[in-house]
């Protein structure tokens, strides 16, 4: 059975908490995306300007300039999920689809701001086959939903869509003739395909800042080329996303975050090394587990955010958090161990703040064996009377 004070420790609790203010100012400086509801005003790659920086890679610059006009041409297409393009450079030919690569997968995790953004770090997993190499050249875009018609019926939604939809593509399209386009999000970077062992897949990360809303999120890359005048072959991902609201009153979470290590850093991470591991929260640099997995020589690191709590006159919290661990034995599960609650309250969090922190940490060793697990969160606030409870599903597989 688990040792439990060794189970249930807190980590950085206080640094975490006060990471976020940081993290957005750095984040809104390398995408500088709009609060509002309006999107912003953005360029193509070859006119931003990447962050500590007087004028743009041109060597990045050429690497993702046909990228830019090939997510332009993939939202002509209503079909989510991965796309495959031969793409020439000059522009003489249109990009042309080919053979997909097979089960792409992009996974999103949701952190609201204090200034109404969310923060949205994604893990991109694909066959490692699908690339040449693992030195790629990405470019991100977020684009708004058409809004659906309130209270008409299926049909007449569909229509409305349809018709907001060709009419942004129509303003997008003249935007890029004129050198300006307008969406939520844009960002590009160079980045490593990192593959997660022999015969395994290749994952990419990257990430997007946005507020609360409905979008297409599009992430494109290629293989950095010596030579980018020379024809390529790029992926485009397209995925749903539906941005949570942090700031809508009831008790609410961020994503569960599940981190094989979580260390402190030294210093700030520069914008290259954000898109390397967008799971960086101000200094605590989160190596986020790919698919839920652990070996016996991990350590499980689970982070989370408790926003709208209420608080004393002092302004201080007063939330419980509870976590049961449970076993999968075939179709059904068993309880496999109940952990002691932490408690967030005036005598264990020194600063007034409109967030909380959670963590809770411990060796995958202490298990004692292989197999599926699933630790439920559960919050309560104890001063308002609300409750939530989050699921954070995990596998332990042999070294």
């Not at 360029?43 to 743009?56: G, M, T």
């Not at 993939?74 to 393009?85: F, I, L």
């Not at 015969?199 to 999120?217: F, H, I, Q, R």
């Amino acid at each position: 059975m688990l040792s439990l004070a060794r189970l249930v420790r807190t980590l950085w609790v206080s640094s975490l908490m006060w990471a976020m203010v940081a993290l957005s100012a750095a984040a809104q400086n390398t995408a500088q995306p709009q609060t509002g509801a309006q999107p912003a005003q953005e360029k193509p790659p070859e006119q931003q300007q990447p962050p500590e920086a007087a004028e743009p890679d041109k060597a990045v610059v050429e690497q993702v300039k046909p990228l830019y006009a090939l997510v332009s041409e993939a939202m002509k297409s209503e079909t989510a999920g991965a796309s495959a393009w031969n793409v020439d450079p000059s522009g003489k030919q249109p990009p042309s689809a080919t053979t997909a690569p097979s089960d792409p997968t992009l996974t999103t995790d949701f952190v609201g701001f204090p200034d109404n953004q969310v923060y949205v770090p994604f893990q991109l997993t694909l066959d490692s086959q699908a690339i040449p190499s693992p030195a790629v050249a990405v470019y991100v875009r977020a684009v708004a939903k058409a809004r659906q018609a309130p209270g008409g019926s299926e049909a007449s939604a569909a229509g409305q869509q349809a018709t907001e939809q060709k009419q942004e593509r129509s303003e997008d399209q003249a935007g890029e003739d004129a050198g300006e386009t307008k969406f939520p999000f844009e960002d590009y970077y160079v980045a490593t395909a990192k593959q997660l062992g022999p015969n395994e897949p290749s994952v990419l990360s990257g990430y997007a800042l946005l507020p609360t809303g409905s979008y297409d999120l599009y992430v494109a890359l290629r293989e950095r080329a010596g030579d980018a005048s020379k024809p390529f072959q790029a992926i485009v991902v397209k995925q749903a996303l539906d941005v949570p609201d942090f700031l809508g009153g009831d008790l609410t979470t961020s994503s569960v975050l599940l981190a094989k290590n979580m260390e402190e850093l030294p210093n700030e991470p520069t914008p290259q090394e954000r898109h390397e591991n967008p799971y960086t929260l101000g200094r605590a640099r989160l190596s986020i587990a790919a698919d839920g997995l652990f070996t016996q020589g991990d350590e499980v690191n689970l982070v989370l955010f408790v926003y709208n709590f209420g608080t004393d006159p002092n302004q201080k919290p007063d939330v419980t958090v509870e976590y049961q661990l449970f076993e999968k034995q075939g179709e059904a599960e068993k309880e496999f161990v109940k952990l002691e609650p932490q408690t967030y309250d005036a005598s264990t969090v020194d600063q007034s703040a409109d967030r909380l922190a959670v963590s809770l940490s411990f060796a995958v060793s202490d298990l004692k064996k292989d197999g599926d697990f699933r630790l439920v969160i559960k919050v309560t606030d104890n001063i308002s009377g609300k409750s939530l409870t989050r699921d954070a599903p995990f596998k332990v597989a042999a070294s």
